[in-house]
């Protein structure tokens, strides 16, 4: 996958009162920033501009092989002062645009892409991305705004604008909520991923980044267990990462719970928190009073894998959340610790968590592996795993 990514915020220039326009920095790259899109043939923009007033400017351009920044110069209305330049902004390819900057689960998922649609399989997926600007000034963040295939609910994350990867959205956090997102289309699939068992569910993530996965839980959870049998009346999912992730994902909780409060539709509760969790600290059993609050039936986390040197600390928060769900009133010695992780491989040191899962016990196995659609480079997956800690029952 690429991304559409503002290398600055928006800019409003009135040096010639009667030709006002909107300058845009941005480029088209990977999730990491590490390279550039390099298409085979152009890939065609569209940039939208809705002012407060009602008024629809539509800018076309063209990102080409070679380039790594595009500067757009988007023509407002003549005249136009700062003050009255309020203005959402969403920049889209034109090959799988929907209205408001939006990428649908759909078109993420081979398996779900639309036949009018078939060519992102093969041409490769561009994510959207939202600006906004009040009285000429841009916000400092950037959102991307992911489609659930639960009567077109649309999910909101912010990330920040310029180059920093830990407050940006990453390939296996975008596709793992996808899949996840998609298993209230299927008893099945959501009995064998998300097993419902009783009327409380909680989550925990590590490494939340932005949150798109955490808050993705969150919000299917209640779907989940209706097309299992069950009804959901409480469930809590805390999202958990380094400092400098607190401010974008305490932002991203903000906005999601205002969607979640109005999508309970039978009196149950989904509660969403972050909480700092560093995992050096956490592999000695250190966690914060919301992380020790309760036993954990699943742990989630995505796109934490990459930095091999960070694999023991991560594999011993591992084990020493399953020690204190053990520990926890009522739980069996025998209970097992479930963990969706989801990677997408970056160079073969990776492999070397399964050295270190076998070690500690922990058994894995591939859920679901797949395709990342994405242009102009070498094919990649995206893996899904299940890991497991305890006997379980006999």
């Known amino acids: 996958m690429h991304y559409i990514r503002l290398l600055r915020p928006a800019k409003f220039d009135a040096t010639d009162p009667r030709r006002p326009t909107i300058s845009l920095l941005i480029t088209v790259t990977t999730d990491l920033g590490d390279s550039f899109l390099y298409p085979d043939f152009p890939l065609d923009l569209i940039v939208e501009a809705h002012s407060s007033a009602g008024k629809l400017t539509t800018y076309r351009a063209k990102w080409s092989a070679g380039l790594r920044v595009l500067k757009l110069e988007i023509p407002v209305i003549p005249g136009l002062k700062k003050g009255d330049a309020t203005y959402t902004l969403n920049i889209s390819p034109e090959s799988h645009r929907l209205p408001g900057g939006v990428l649908s689960t759909n ?110 839980l969150a919000r299917i959870l209640e779907n989940v267990a209706t097309i299992q049998g069950r009804i959901l009346v409480e469930a809590a999912v805390l999202l958990t990462d380094l400092p400098e992730a607190e401010e974008r994902a305490k932002s991203n909780i903000a906005r999601a719970e205002t969607a979640l409060s109005r999508s309970q539709s039978n009196g149950s509760v989904t509660t969403l928190q972050y909480e700092n969790l560093d995992w050096d600290e956490g592999k000695l059993g250190r966690f914060g009073p919301l992380a020790s609050s309760r036993p954990w039936d699943l742990v989630i986390l995505s796109d934490c894998t990459y930095n091999v040197d960070s694999l023991p600390a991560l594999i011993g928060t591992l084990s020493a959340l399953h020690a204190a769900n053990l520990k926890h009133p009522n739980m069996p010695a025998d209970a097992e610790t479930s963990v969706i992780l989801a990677t997408k491989p970056r160079h073969s040191s990776e492999e070397a968590l399964f050295g270190l899962l076998e070690a500690d016990a922990w058994r894995y196995r591939v859920i679901k592996s797949i395709p990342l659609p994405k242009l102009g480079e070498e094919s990649e997956v995206v893996d899904i795993y299940l890991l497991e800690k305890g006997t379980g029952p006999t």
């Not at 994510?127 to 000429?136: E, L, R, S, W």
């Not at 940006?168 to 099945?188: E, K, N, P, Q, R």
């Open 107 to 216: 078109h993420v998922l081979p398996w779900t892409i639309p036949s009018t649609h078939r060519h992102v399989s093969t041409r490769g997926l561009v994510m959207p991305a939202t600006v906004k600007m009040f009285k000429g000034v841009c916000e400092p963040v950037s959102v991307r705004t992911l489609e659930l295939p639960d009567n077109g609910l649309q999910l909101e994350v912010e990330e920040d604008i310029g180059e920093s990867i830990a407050r940006h959205i990453w390939d296996a956090g975008v596709v793992t909520a996808s899949f996840l997102a998609h298993l209230i289309l299927d008893c099945g699939d959501a009995s064998a991923v998300l097993p419902v068992r009783k009327d409380t569910f909680n989550a925990l993530e590590l490494g939340t980044g932005v949150g798109i996965l955490g808050i993705t």
